[in-house]
């Protein structure tokens, strides 16, 4: 995790031989946040339960994902 001013970076790394689609990350959500999957460029889907963002991300086995939350 790396957080700065109005952004937090995940690095996620799948060390199993097969493929994850699943929630793999639990965030504290800020309001107005948006969450993208910045080493396949595209947006994530939060689902969003009290203060808590779970997200779901695609890691291909052995592979990285890097997950942004930015908010204002």
Request: no cysteine; glycine share 4%.
């Given at each position: 995790?790396f ?14 031989y097969?493929s ?27 689902r ?5 963002a779970?997200?779901t991300?695609?890691i ?13």
């Amino acid at each position: 995790m790396f957080p700065v001013s109005h952004k937090i970076v995940w690095t996620l790394y799948n060390s199993n031989y097969r493929s994850v689609s699943t929630e793999v990350l639990k965030a504290t959500h800020k309001p107005g946040a948006v969450y993208t999957d910045i080493w396949n460029e595209r947006p994530l889907a939060a689902r969003i339960v009290g203060n808590d963002a779970y997200l779901t991300v695609e890691i291909p086995p052995k592979g990285v994902v890097a997950v942004i939350q930015e908010w204002e």
